[in-house]
C-alpha cells in the first residue's frame, strides 16, 4: 500500500481564567497523534472544548479558508453551558493534499456570549499554541501529477489537444504553475495549446468552451489567448437561447460554466443557457449529453455544476432531482455508474458535483457497504499514479486529470479554482485562538495563572 502520512499534533492546552464578563475556553487532550496512510479514508481524533466560564457561551471552531477542503470540523459552532463539554471531531482528508510538501495551518476556537452579538468586538483575544507536524510522503494527487508528467510529449502536450486542455485544469488545481510543465527546455503544456489554437472547431462551443476554461485556469486572459478571444467566438455560437449545436447539451453545461469562469457580464446569453438546460432535464431528474438522450450520470454533474455557478439555489426542485439521480446511480460498489458499470470518470464528475452543492459524498447516503464515492474512485487508481476508466483497464491522461480534481474537491470548471498556496517551512506554529471579552486583563491572568486543563490524555 501506499507511504504512511504521520501527523502529530500537540496541543498547548490551557484553561483561561474567568474574567468580567465570565467567558472562558479549556482543550482537551494536549496530544494528539495522527497515523495515516496517504491512500486511505479520513482520519479523526477528537478534540475537547469546555466552557470555563461561568455562563453560557457561544463557540466555533475553524480553520483558515485556504484550508479548510483539507480538514473537517464537526461540529465547528455550538453553545455551552458553565462547565458543559463537547467533543470536536478533527478529520483529516489525506488525499486532499496536492503533493509532498510540508504545511501548517491555523485553527481557531472563538468564544462570545449567547446573549448579544455572536462576534463582539473583542480584538484578536489570546491564542494557545498548537503544533501540527505534517509529512506527506506520497498522495494519491502526488502520484496523479507524477504520471502525467511522465507522459508529456516533447512539444509540451499530455494526449491529445482535448486532453492537455484538461490536464492544464488539473495541474492548476493542484497549485502548480502549468506555465512550467515542459520536457527538458521544450514548450510547456500552454505552449502547446497556444501553438495548436487552429485544431479548434470554430462551430464546437465544446472546443472554445474548454480552451476558455483551460486559458483562465492557467491563468490566461481567455479573451486573448495566443491572441484568439474564446469568449467573443464561443457567444458567436450563441443561438436562439443556447450554445453550439442546438441538439446538444454539454456543449451548453461547458459554455456556461467558461462564460462565468472568465467574469463574462452577457446577463441575456447566461440567463438564457441556464434557461435552456432547466428546460431539458429529463423526468427522471438527469440530463444527457443531448436533448432527448438517456441521462447520464457525467452529464447530469455537470448541469448541476454549471447551474450552481449560474445562481440556480441547490435546494430548487430541478437541483434536488439532479441529486437524487445520482443518488440512484450510485453502485453497490460505492461508484457511481455508466451503463451499470462504476467508473472514474463518473466517480469525478459526481463527486465535483456534490461538492459545489455542499453535500458530503462521504456520508452515509453516499456510503454502500462501507465505501464510498472517493475510496471507489482511489480503488482505481495505478501503481503508476494514473487513472483507470473502470476496473482491469489501462490508466490514461484524462480520467487521472478528472481524478485530480475531483480528490482535490476544486470543481475547476466552475472557475471557482483555488490553488493550495506555496507552504514553505514545516516548523511554523500553528495555533488555536480563543477570544473572551477583555484581552488586555486576559493576556495578564493568562501569564500568572496558566495551567494544563485537567485530565490530559493521549489518543492514537
Known sequence: MRSVLLI??????????????????GANPAEIFFSIGSGSGPQTQILYIINAGDEKANYEVSVEPQFSNLIRIKPSAFKLDPGEYIKVELSILPWRFPSTRELTFKVNVKAAPSSGPSEPGIGPGIKIPVYIDFKVPST????????????????????DFANSAWAVMAIAAAG????????GNGPSIVDYLKANIGKLDSNSAMDWARQALAATAAGEDPKNFAGVDCIKTLESLYKDGQLGDGGLLNDDFLGLMALISAGEKNQRIIDDVKTFIKAHQNPDGGWGYAVGVDSDVDDTAAALMALTAAGEPGNSESMMNAVNYLKGKLGEEGGFTSDSIPNSASDSWAIMALEVLNIDVLGDDW?????????????????DGSFSWSAGRDGEALWTSYAILALLGKPLILGFIFPVPEISNFNLTLLASTIITSKALALIRLKTEKRRFAGSVKLR
Open 8 to 25: 502529530s499534533i500537540v496541543i498547548s492546552l490551557m484553561f483561561v481564567p474567568k474574567v468580567n464578563p465570565s467567558i472562558g475556553i
Open 140 to 159: 494519491p494527487v502526488a502520484d496523479a501529477l507524477k504520471y502525467l508528467r511522465s507522459v508529456q510529449a516533447e512539444d509540451g502536450g499530455i494526449g
Open 176 to 183: 502548480e504553475d502549468p506555465h512550467k510543465w515542459r520536457r
Open 367 to 383: 456510503t454502500r457497504k462501507g465505501v464510498n464515492p472517493i475510496r471507489h474512485l482511489l480503488s482505481l487508481q495505478n501503481s
